[in-house]
Nanobody, 123 residues
Framework: QVQLVESGGGLVQAGGSLRLSCAVS????????LGWFRQAPGKAREFVAA????????YYADSVKGRFTVSRDNVKSTVHLQMNSVRPEDAAVYYC????????????????WGQGTQVIVTA
């Protein structure tokens, strides 16, 4: 299994930016689809964005398209989620998840999960 550790969460002002990171412990020859999900209090966990480790194909939820960017650093074995123009509705616990490709948007298709990192959006 892949081990995932998120970091970078915290307070961000509405309209501001924040970068989340996910450290990926993986077999170097393996390809993965790395997804970012989020869960706000009282709501279901929802897909945000994903990237394939080999090839770098990306996919975004409509709610974050044009504001968030997912990227990977092969040398540091890390996936990032750059959050720009943050909105109050972006506040949630953000999770990193992994599965074999292709990218999927439903949580049940992902095998490995990180512990999450919280994003709080202030007015």
């Amino acid at each position: 299994q892949v081990q995932l550790v998120e970091s970078g969460g915290g307070l961000v002002q509405a309209g501001g930016s924040l970068r989340l990171s996910c450290a990926v412990s993986r077999r170097t020859s393996a390809n993965y689809a790395l997804g970012w999900f989020r869960q706000a209090p009282g709501k279901a966990r929802e897909f945000v964005a994903a990237i394939t480790w080999i090839g770098g194909s990306t996919y975004y939820a409509d709610s974050v398209k044009g504001r968030f960017t997912v990227s990977r650093d092969n040398v540091k074995s890390t996936v990032h989620l750059q959050m720009n123009s943050v909105r109050p509705e972006d506040a949630a616990v953000y999770y990193c998840a992994a599965r074999a490709p292709p990218i999927k948007t439903l949580t049940e298709f992902y095998d490995s999960w990180g512990q999450g990192t919280q994003v709080i959006v202030t007015a």
